[in-house]
T-cell receptor, first 116, second 115 residues
Framework: DAGVIQSPRHEVTEMGQEVTLRCKPI?????LFWYRQTMMRGLELLIY????????DSGMPEDRFSAKMPNASFSTLKIQPSEPRDSAVYFC??????????????FGDGTRLSIL | AQKITQTQPGMFVQEKEAVTLDCTYD???????LFWYKQPSSGEMIFLIY??????QNATEGRYSLNFQKARKSANLVISASQLGDSAMYFC????????????FGTGTSLTVIP
């Protein structure tokens, strides 16, 4: 079974550039989560969707960050303009709704983002 | 408020010994799920084990077991017969339906297995 697929795996870009991270959740999963992980702040929830609808985006750092889920099989996280402090590993995860709390999240391999 | 606390930033264990990683949680919900994830140095997050709030028996998955003490609100992970490949970060997480089914993660415990 295909897991959560994230692209790119690594991204190095210069400050001020637009960055787009992509995620394909596991087929049939109802929930999609975007996280950011840094040494200083640990694992932070940025935003999550249920049935393609954003439910909670209170973790999005600022207006430079935006996320979309145009359909059940694709989501993007954009940073524009990017800044060095955005350097982190960004994870996408998906989960089923059926069965409720017993359903785990399944994570992609992450995108390691470096802003120079 | 929902909260997960992992008080051990780092742990060491001798190979082949058992180790317990602590996790306490705070929620007023009656229904919730507790999860443990492993993050090796390669970076991926691997789901290990699940415990439901209504489960009367402790969950087990191979060498992993969860010591669930509901009254104390603790869900400690026990790894038996530690192997070098168990060296990783371990995260405890909770899922609650009354907060939109989102997950709450602890800060993690770094486990090092010594040969």
């Amino acid at each position: 079974d295909a897991g959560v697929i994230q692209s790119p795996r690594h991204e190095v870009t210069e400050m001020g550039q637009e960055v787009t991270l992509r995620c394909k959740p596991i087929s049939g999963h109802d929930y999609l989560f975007w996280y950011r992980q840094t040494m200083m702040r640990g694992l932070e929830l940025l935003i999550y969707f249920n049935n393609n609808v954003p439910i909670d985006d209170s973790g999005m750092p600022e207006d430079r960050f935006s996320a979309k889920m145009p359909n059940a099989s694709f989501s993007t996280l954009k940073i524009q303009p990017s800044e060095p402090r955005d350097s982190a590993v960004y994870f996408c995860a998906s989960s089923l709704q059926t069965g409720g709390v017993e359903q785990p999240q399944h994570f992609g391999d992450g995108t390691r983002l470096s802003i120079l | 408020a929902q909260k997960i606390t992992q008080t051990q930033p780092g742990m060491f264990v001798q190979e082949k010994e058992a180790v317990t990683l602590d996790c306490t949680y705070d929620t007023s919900d009656q229904s919730y799920g507790l999860f443990w994830y492993k993050q090796p140095s390669s970076g991926e997050m691997i789901f290990l084990i699940y415990q439901g709030s209504y489960d009367e028996q402790n969950a087990t998955e191979g060498r992993y077991s969860l010591n669930f003490q509901k009254a104390r609100k603790s869900a400690n992970l026990v790894i038996s017969a530690s192997q070098l490949g168990d060296s990783a970060m371990y995260f405890c997480a909770m899922r609650t339906p009354n907060t939109g089914n989102q997950f709450y993660f602890g800060t993690g415990t770094s486990l090092t297995v010594i040969p």
